[in-house]
């Protein structure tokens, strides 16, 4: 299987695919198949099921990179923030379409899908989540943007 296949091949990468505990209603990103908070593990074996995330949240914390790792130099100053999903999870990811200093505690964000970046002279594009003002962010569903 080719690596571009594997990413497009795994729900959670492109569709926020997690899972939710039948037993304590606990929700999960990426999915589990068997529920760590439950008290006695296996009372969960079977009762996990899959649930979409609909990429709404808030910013519960945020920095402002401006040393970037090798490959995202042309995109500092960015803000990575820890996203609290209306459905429980916490999520990392860059926050897009706003300006650094307008990021702050408790922003309504929404998922949005962007491509993260090329590798090799084959031009592979990863794509995958960042986070985008509420207001600002296409709605569930629309294709990736650059």
């Known amino acids: 299987m080719s690596i571009a296949r594997f990413w497009r091949a795994t729900p959670q990468r492109y ?7 039948t037993v304590c209603q606990q929700v ?3 999915p589990r198949t068997v529920c760590p908070n439950c ?13 979409q995330l609909s990429g709404d949240g808030e910013v519960i914390s945020y920095t402002i990179v401006h040393d970037a790792a090798e490959g995202f130099e042309m995109q500092v100053p960015y803000v990575l923030a820890l996203v609290r999903t209306d459905e429980g999870p916490v999520l990392t990811g860059a ?4 300006s650094p200093s307008e990021v702050t505690i408790g922003l ?3 998922a949005t899908f962007r491509k993260l970046r090329e590798e090799g002279k084959a031009g592979v594009i990863h794509y995958g989540y960042k986070f ?3 207001e600002t962010a296409p709605a569930p569903g629309a294709p ?3």
């Not at 926050?95 to 706003?98: F, K, R, T, Y």
Request: glycine content about 8%; aromatic content about 6%.
């Open 144 to 146: 990736p943007t650059g």
């Open 28 to 30: 999960y990103f990426p």
């Open 108 to 110: 309504r964000v929404r």
């Open 132 to 134: 985008a003002p509420r």
């Open 39 to 51: 008290t006695h593990h296996r009372e969960s074996i079977g009762k996990m099921q899959p649930l």
């Open 15 to 21: 569709n926020l695919g997690a899972s939710k505990c």
């Open 95 to 98: 926050v897009v379409d706003v």
